[in-house]
């Protein structure tokens, strides 16, 4: 997918997901998961614990917020 946008219409990325951020960004997900279970994950702070494990994981900011939220 050459380009994404989530509900608001803010995330706009042309550059493809490679395959280590698709890697980091399940992981990142997972271990949110295990803080929140499956009933919050629409709550803010479930997304930006994701947000904030996928920037430790890849060492610094590669995508934004709003693209991991969309993905």
Known sequence: ?????????KANTTRPWTTAEE???C????NAME?????DITKKG????VF??????????IRE?????SK
């Open 1 to 9: 997918m050459a380009s994404s946008s989530n509900r608001r219409g």
């Open 23 to 25: 890697i980091t960004l």
């Open 27 to 30: 992981t990142a997900w997972c």
């Open 35 to 39: 803080t929140y279970g499956s009933g």
């Open 46 to 49: 479930f997304w930006s614990d």
């Open 52 to 61: 904030a494990n996928f920037e430790k994981d890849m060492r610094g900011t």
């Open 65 to 69: 917020y709003d693209a991991i939220v």
